[in-house]
């Protein structure tokens, strides 16, 4: 089945707390995305990755890091989580086209919270 | 300069009505214009997109309106059905580009 999987599903941490966010596609997609999801605010984009090695930063990619070491893992790096970065975090990938973004398949949702 | 303003933020429509969702942007290099439904508990889903190169495109019961001199777009949503009920994001994007922006969301709840 073809999907984009998202681990953990909820995680509370607490401030400063370095953890990660794996996502994985098995679609050997070459662009990847990470979004965050606020009430309000609506999705915005952190970082996103148009083929291995290559990233790039998207609205708010601030206090986050990634890699993309292999096509199909795309992990979310937080060094020192903030309670301003407690959301809903969403990975996504698509396949090769000159749009990106069009088809985009996302995972189920990582809820995040910092306290 | 590249912000998407959506509205409204919610909307109640009875069942078989018509549904239109507002999108407005500042950035004139956008070059397409997709839009986004989600149901609680579950990621997004593409549900249409448009490139500025036609005034509408319709699928189904959705169709999206462009206004390119206005810098404007909308979602219309006819015979409003209640499986329809879902939060629905506006987003603009680039050619050649994985950079997407977003509207702030619209929740929509279709009245049976």
């Known amino acids: 089945e073809a999907q984009v999987t998202q681990n953990p599903r909820y995680l509370i941490t607490v401030t400063g707390k370095k953890l990660t966010v794996t996502c994985s596609q098995n679609m050997n997609h070459e662009y990847m995305s990470w979004y965050r999801q606020d009430p309000g605010l609506g999705l915005r984009q952190i970082y996103y990755s148009m083929n291995v090695e290559v990233t790039d930063k998207g609205d708010v990619p601030e206090g986050y890091k990634v890699s993309r070491k292999e096509k199909r893992n795309f992990p979310l790096i937080l060094e020192s989580p903030s309670p301003n970065q407690t959301s809903l975090y969403f990975c996504?990938?698509?396949?090769?086209?000159?749009?990106?973004?069009?088809?985009?398949?996302f995972g189920p949702g990582t809820r995040l919270t910092v306290l | 300069q590249q912000q998407v303003k959506q509205s409204p933020q919610s909307l109640i429509v009875q069942k078989g009505g018509i549904s239109i969702i507002n999108c407005a942007y500042e950035n004139t290099a956008f070059d397409y214009f997709p839009w986004y439904q989600q149901f609680p508990g579950k990621g997004p889903a593409l549900l249409i997109a448009?490139?500025?190169?036609?005034s509408e495109k319709k699928e189904g019961r959705f169709t999206i309106s462009f206004n390119k001199s206005a810098k404007q777009f909308s979602l219309h949503i006819m015979d409003s059905q209640p499986g329809d009920s879902a939060t629905y994001f506006c987003a603009a994007s680039w050619v050649n580009t994985g950079k997407l922006i977003f509207g702030q969301g619209t929740t929509l709840q279709v009245k049976p």
């Open positions: 448009i490139r500025p190169d036609v």
């Open positions: 996504a990938s698509s396949g090769r086209t000159p749009y990106p973004t069009d088809t985009q398949y």
